[in-house]
């Protein structure tokens, strides 16, 4: 292991310099920076000491390394398309926007099931996605629709109640109770 630690030490201080002037050569055709072209071509120099050790002309296999990915670089920047915009301008706000929406309508079913009498029908009616009309819902719940307004606030009224106890309003100046 340290025979080889010291070959590549050695390689290293001497391509160091063929390296940085053949990558700073070719970046700019690659539309790519130098650095990262350098590092890729570490990275493949490495594989090759790994595995049959250095190669018998360095210099060459220098340049042609560089050229190769550079290469590389141009043929994925011509197949890659940019975003329409950047996902973190996404207006829904990103997964973890997503993830506390998902746990607020989890909350919020977990206290709707909790209420009591005809409450959870209600509220399930109303939140539904296909938004029903309240003559749908009083024919769905098998009441009258002029009681569906108190029966609503009143579960509303109810549901608020809970989730106030649940979740704990921020006092003045961001301290929770």
Same mark, same amino acid.
């Given at each position: 292991?340290?025979?080889?630690? #010291?070959s590549?030490?050695?390689v290293? !201080?001497?391509? %160091?310099?063929?390296?940085s002037a053949?990558?700073?050569?070719? @970046?700019?055709? @690659?539309?790519?920076?130098a $650095?990262?072209?350098e *590092? ?7 594989? *090759?000491? #790994? $595995? #049959?050790? /250095?190669?018998?002309d ?5 340049r042609?390394?560089v050229r190769?990915e550079?290469?590389r670089?141009?043929?994925t ?6 975003y $329409?915009?950047?996902?973190?301008a #996404?207006?829904?706000?990103? /997964?973890e &926007?997503?993830?506390l929406r ?6 919020? &079913? @977990? @206290?709707?099931?909790r209420?009591? $009498?005809?409450?959870p ?6 939140? !539904?996605?296909?938004?029903?009309t309240? %003559?749908e ?6 009441? !009258?629709?002029g009681?569906l307004? /108190?029966? %609503? !606030?009143?579960c509303?009224?109810?549901? %608020?109640?809970m989730?106030m106890?649940?979740v ?6 961001g301290?929770?109770?």
């Amino acid at each position: 292991m340290t025979l080889l630690y #010291d070959s590549a030490a050695h390689v290293v !201080s001497a391509l %160091r310099p063929l390296v940085s002037a053949e990558a700073t050569a070719e @970046a700019p055709g @690659a539309a790519m920076d130098a $650095g990262d072209l350098e *590092q890729a071509v570490w990275v493949r120099l490495f594989e *090759q000491l #790994d $595995g #049959d050790g /250095p190669p018998p002309d360095a210099a060459r296999w220098v340049r042609y390394a560089v050229r190769a990915e550079a290469r590389r670089a141009r043929r994925t920047a011509a197949r890659e398309r940019p975003y $329409g915009t950047e996902p973190s301008a #996404d207006p829904a706000g990103g /997964p973890e &926007r997503a993830a506390l929406r998902a746990e607020r309508r989890r909350t919020l &079913r @977990a @206290a709707v099931a909790r209420t009591p $009498g005809n409450c959870p029908r209600l509220l399930t009616a109303m939140l !539904s996605p296909e938004d029903p009309t309240y %003559r749908e819902i009083a024919g769905e719940l098998g009441i !009258s629709q002029g009681s569906l307004g /108190p029966m %609503r !606030s009143r579960c509303l009224g109810c549901l %608020r109640r809970m989730l106030m106890t649940e979740v704990a309003a921020p006092e003045h100046g961001g301290k929770e109770r």
